[in-house]
């Protein structure tokens, strides 16, 4: 079993930064790819970053691309969700999730393809 645990949410006006951290206990969790989701009031969740198990292939949604950088530190079993000029659109709940498939060059963006899910944490971000 895998537990996840979100954090470094909160609020910040628009151009601030965040960094989100996922920390993970129970199966190694070097050996999972992890995504980052978010859901904005009233829309459905949407794919933010993904990176794969060995650290490589990152891969980011075009609304946050060249703002947001996904990391891992398998040693501290916690994946990070650096966000830097943030814009009011990217207020939501953010959620990482993490799967385990064999191949560590793996890196998926659909929900669907996640088995384990964090609680989420709230980004809240002002104009």
């Known amino acids: 079993q895998v537990q996840l645990v979100e954090s470094g949410g909160g609020s910040v006006q628009a151009g601030g930064s965040l960094r989100l951290s996922c920390a993970s206990s129970g199966r190694t969790f070097s050996s999972a790819a992890v995504g980052w989701f978010r859901q904005g009031p009233g829309k459905e969740r949407e794919f933010v970053a993904a990176?794969?198990?060995?650290?490589?292939?990152?891969r980011y949604a075009d609304s946050v691309k060249g703002r947001f950088t996904i990391s891992r530190d398998n040693a501290k079993n916690t994946v990070y969700l650096q966000m830097n000029s943030l814009k009011p659109e990217d207020t939501a709940v953010y959620y990482c999730?993490?799967?385990?498939?064999?191949?560590?060059?793996?890196?998926?963006?659909?929900?669907?393809?996640?088995?384990?899910w964090g609680q989420g944490a709230q980004v809240t971000v002002s104009s």
């Open positions: 999730a993490a799967t385990f498939s064999g191949d560590d060059s793996y890196t998926p963006r659909r929900h669907y393809e996640y088995n384990y």
């Open positions: 990176v794969s198990a060995s650290g490589g292939n990152p």
